[in-house]
């Protein structure tokens, strides 16, 4: 069965402290690996599609990669605006439809 | 401003209580979907759509019915509310290719809680 998996759960980080969030994902034949950032309240934003092996994206602080097995979403020197849930999504089915996994809870203290 | 517009944003039922939420894109996207967001749980897929005239089931369907008489619109009907459905709701779509496809525009979400 098709699973996304994210690590962990939640985040804590000092403003300007480096770090990444984790998305390992079981799918076959993948389609795409999707990035979004949610924010209390609000519904998700899309940051990021990753296509291939070795490809990445930056945005920027925060910079995607992918692998065959999983995604990172390193964030360089974050700041308090950061702070948000990150989640990553794969399509699946015919109509491509988003499997999500459970999200990051990304906090940075100022 | 272009997006997708979901009312109400809070609602309250009581177990047995029947409502719709409302969801309408003004962007053309042929694709639209309804998902749930429960703690630790992430986004659940409900119902989907691929266009006017055509749904299907997602991973969580039970207690959940919707049509698509239009490209804009598509509403999600709770037919008997339990309070196993209190949730957030999110209501998404995107156009079906393109540089935009599987790029999934949100709505800002409909909480309902379920006494």
């Known amino acids: 069965e098709d699973q996304v998996t994210q690590s962990p759960e939640a985040l804590r980080l000092q403003e300007g402290e480096s770090s990444s969030l984790n998305c390992s994902y079981t799918?076959?034949?993948?389609?795409?690996l999707f990035w979004y950032r949610q924010d209390p309240g609000k519904g998700p934003e899309f940051l990021f599609t990753?296509?291939?092996a070795g490809e990445e994206k930056e945005k920027e602080r925060l910079k995607a990669t992918l692998t065959k097995k999983e995604s990172f979403l390193h964030i360089t020197a974050p700041k308090p605006e950061d702070s948000a849930t990150y989640l990553c999504?794969?399509?699946?089915?015919?109509?491509?439809?988003?499997?999500f996994g459970s999200g990051t809870q990304l906090t940075v203290l100022p | 401003n272009a997006g997708v517009t979901q009312t109400p944003k809070f609602q309250v039922l009581k177990t047995g209580q029947s409502m719709t939420l409302q969801c309408a894109q003004d962007?053309?996207?042929?694709?639209m979907s309804w998902y749930r967001q429960d703690p630790g749980m992430g986004l659940r897929l409900i119902h989907y759509?691929?266009?006017?005239?055509?749904?299907d089931q997602g991973e969580v369907p039970n207690g959940y019915n919707v049509s698509r008489s239009t490209t804009e619109d598509f509403p999600l009907r709770l037919l008997s509310a339990a309070p196993s459905q209190t949730s957030v709701y999110f209501c998404?779509?995107?156009?079906?290719?393109?540089?935009?496809?599987?790029?999934?525009?949100f709505g800002a979400g409909s909480r309902l809680t379920v006494l």
């Open positions: 998404a779509s995107r156009p079906r290719g393109g540089s935009g496809a599987n790029v999934l525009t």
């Open positions: 799918v076959s034949g993948l389609r795409g």
């Open positions: 990753l296509y291939s």
């Open positions: 999504a794969v399509p699946k089915g015919s109509a491509r439809q988003l499997t």
């Open positions: 962007m053309n996207h042929e694709y």
């Open positions: 759509s691929v266009g006017a005239g055509i749904t």
